[in-house]
């Protein structure tokens, strides 16, 4: 099961209220709170369009640039100790330290495929 959604370069989350009984969301990876709901799937993934389309007008009637989600840069804070290893790692390595966090990043996310 897949727990996001996504819309016009978007990710949306997609979470069930049990007492309520009804499905909800926000948008991810922007500091702007865009949430929707629906009682049904098929509602939470209009309602969520419709989210996305209503921030996107917002943004342009108020002369705004949209945030864009998941630019490829992030802080991470670490240990000193795990910090140190990792850039005497990598430049042993002849590589960035940008470069060594990228590839352990995305050598764990292949593995957690399977």
């Known amino acids: 099961m897949?727990?996001?959604?996504?819309?016009?370069?978007?990710?949306?989350?997609?979470?069930f209220s049990e007492a309520d009984g009804m499905?909800?969301?926000?948008?991810?990876?922007?500091?702007?709170l865009v949430s929707y709901?629906?009682?049904t799937a098929k509602e939470l993934i209009e309602d969520f369009h419709g989210a996305v389309d209503d921030y996107?007008?917002?943004?342009?009637?108020d002369g705004k640039e949209p945030e864009k989600a998941y630019k490829g840069s992030f802080n991470v804070r670490i240990?000193?100790?795990l910090?140190?290893?990792a850039a005497v790692?990598?430049?042993?390595?002849?590589?960035?330290?940008?470069?060594?966090?990228e590839n352990a990043v995305?050598?764990?996310?292949?593995?957690?495929?399977?």
Do not use: D, W
């Not at 996107?56 to 009637?61: G, K, N, Q």
């Open 56 to 61: 996107l007008a917002l943004c342009e009637a």
């Open 2 to 15: 897949n727990n996001t959604m996504n819309y016009k370069g978007y990710i949306g989350s997609v979470e």
């Open 37 to 39: 709901e629906g009682e």
């Open 89 to 101: 790692f990598a430049a042993a390595h002849q590589i960035s330290l940008n470069s060594f966090v």
């Open 83 to 85: 910090h140190r290893a």
């Open 23 to 32: 499905f909800y969301g926000k948008v991810m990876g922007i500091r702007a």
């Open 106 to 114: 995305s050598n764990e996310l292949a593995m957690q495929k399977g």
């Open 79 to 81: 240990s000193p100790e």
